[in-house]
């Protein structure tokens, strides 16, 4: 029997370790080596798959057989089960009508379409795996809206009806305008994360956007209690400026044991109240109350000071002005004379935890941030650092 895969990296503290494995240890690979069993074809979208498979052994299918299964969601909205002892289809299902890949959503137009660009989480025991959809009625992104889905992982049926995602509301207060949450602009790609907090099972959503230059841009996190499936709760990284994308290289955001949600945060304007670009974050989920609403909130942070060097837009946008550019698009920087760490992007990696949840005092922010200087700038010469609000130099 395989062991257990609900989640991105194996846990929620995204470490990357398979505790549970007892076959493939290091003496039986160097003895018996590795083969391949089989090959699992997908049909729908030409390069398959972003989300990382999921496994779940000794599922009781609809027919009442018993199989280790092996979960995998497509760029074309289908969501496929197969046996991982033979690779034999069990069920397949189709969830809506992608969104169409064009150059504004992918300069490059890697995937064919735009779907399930996450990857789900199982509730093994409840028997109910939770994903996010980018459904359109046209295949266009402009008419498209995020679902969040709740369906069995014995058949993929409905276990509640799916919630669209589109105009949760985040106040920041601190004078910032209402954000409301547009599915249009975003790219759903950091993967799921389901704990409990105060004992209100919950998944949470980490969105970044299509276009990271745009004034609109900003990164998300709205929360989806599991019963009844609904939203609860909203975050947005940058409520007063722009940016601020989640994405961690599709790794999911972190929980710990105490209810704390942690996240990376990539290019965007930072200012320490609202806004939080290129940051580390600690949030604080509060779930409804009787009439009192859910609310996400900042208990914590941590921000390099060379962020005012490289927050959004970066010096190269000025190349290709007339538009937006889709996020994906990268100039070499070098060769035109600019600086080429201005775009290092914090957040193009997710955090992983280990135990505690210890606050970051601001003498350790101001270590850490001598510590990143340090490393980052050990073979350049220190710059000239423009003054940013909210920021502090070491």
């Not at 201005?342 to 997710?350: K, Y």
């Amino acid at each position: 029997m395989p062991p257990s895969v609900t989640t991105r990296s194996y846990d929620n503290a995204r470490s990357g370790a398979n505790s549970q494995e007892t076959v493939l240890t290091p003496d039986a690979i160097r003895t018996k080596g590795i083969e391949k069993l089989f090959s699992l074809q997908l049909a729908g979208d030409a390069r398959g798959i972003e989300a990382q498979p999921l496994v779940l052994p000794g599922v009781t299918l609809a027919d009442g057989q018993s199989h280790d299964v092996i979960y995998l969601a497509d760029m074309a909205n289908q969501l496929w089960a197969f046996d991982a002892d033979t690779g034999a289809r069990l069920w397949t299902r189709t969830l809506g009508t992608p969104v169409t890949g064009t150059e504004p959503i992918d300069h490059y137009l890697i995937n064919d379409h735009w779907g399930i660009l996450s990857t789900p989480v199982i509730d093994a025991a409840a028997g109910i795996m939770y994903l996010v959809a980018w459904i359109s009625p046209d295949r266009s992104a402009e008419k498209a809206q995020h679902f969040c889905y709740a369906v069995s992982v014995r058949d993929g049926t409905d276990v509640h009806p799916p919630v669209s995602l589109e105009g949760a509301t985040y106040q920041a207060g601190h004078g910032a305008p209402e954000q409301r949450f547009a599915s249009a602009g975003r790219k759903q790609r950091a993967a799921l994360l389901l704990t409990e907090v105060d004992g209100h099972q919950t998944v949470f959503i980490g969105f970044g956007s299509l276009q990271e230059t745009s004034a609109t841009s900003r990164g998300w996190i709205i929360a989806c209690a599991t019963d009844p499936l609904g939203v609860t709760a909203a975050w947005a990284s940058t409520a007063k400026g722009f940016g601020g994308g989640i994405w961690q290289a599709g790794s999911g955001l972190v929980a710990d044991a105490k209810g704390f949600i942690y996240v990376m945060t990539g290019n965007g304007t930072f200012d320490g109240q609202v806004d939080f670009g290129e940051s580390f974050v600690k949030l604080r989920y509060a779930p409804p109350d009787g009439t009192t609403a859910g609310s996400l909130s900042v208990t914590d942070w941590w921000t390099p000071f060379s962020d005012a060097l490289r927050t959004g837009p970066q010096a190269h946008v000025a190349v290709r002005a007339d538009r937006p550019l889709a996020t994906n698009f990268r100039l070499e920087t070098a060769a035109m004379g600019e600086n080429p760490w201005a775009d290092m992007d914090l957040g193009s990696a997710g955090p992983s935890s280990s135990s505690g949840s210890a606050p970051l005092s601001e003498r350790a922010r101001t270590a850490s941030r001598t510590s990143w200087t340090t490393t980052t700038w050990a073979r350049r010469p220190p710059p000239t650092w423009p003054t940013q609000p909210g920021t502090t130099r070491s």
